[in-house]
C-alpha cells in the first residue's frame, strides 16, 4: 500500500496537463472616428518558459505579449494593429513549461497621422 501512494505522488508530480487559449480585440489603441490604410496582414509568435511544481508554478520570465505588439507594428512600420487574434499553449517537459504565444492582425497606417499635424 505504500509503495502504491508514493507511486501515485509521483505521478502526480510528474504528469500536468496540457491547455491552450485564445481571444480577440479590435485594436491595440482607440481608432475613434480616424481614417487609415491597412498595410497588410502580420503573425509572430514568441516563447516564455516557467517552473512548474505540482500546482505551483514559478515564472522564469515575463509572457512577452507587449513585446510581440510592439514589434509586429515596427517590422510592419505601421502605427497599430486592428483584428488582433491572439493564442495561448504549452508543452509540458517534467517541471518546466514552454509557454508560446501566438498573434495575428492586420497592420494599419493612419491617413492623418497625429505626429504630422504638430509639426
Known sequence: MKN????????SLLT????????????????VDQKYTVIGPVEKSDYWITFDIAFIGFPLS???MDKLVH????ESEADALINIRYWND??????????????NAEAIKFQNDAKKKGK
Open 4 to 11: 502504491l501512494l508514493t507511486l501515485f505522488f509521483l505521478a
Open 90 to 103: 504549452k508543452s509540458i517537459i517534467l517541471f518546466i513549461t514552454l509557454n508560446r504565444i501566438g498573434l
Open 71 to 74: 514589434d509586429a507594428i515596427q
Open 16 to 31: 500536468h496537463c496540457a491547455s491552450s487559449s485564445a481571444g480577440l480585440a479590435t485594436s491595440n489603441i482607440p481608432i
Open 62 to 64: 515575463k509572457p512577452p
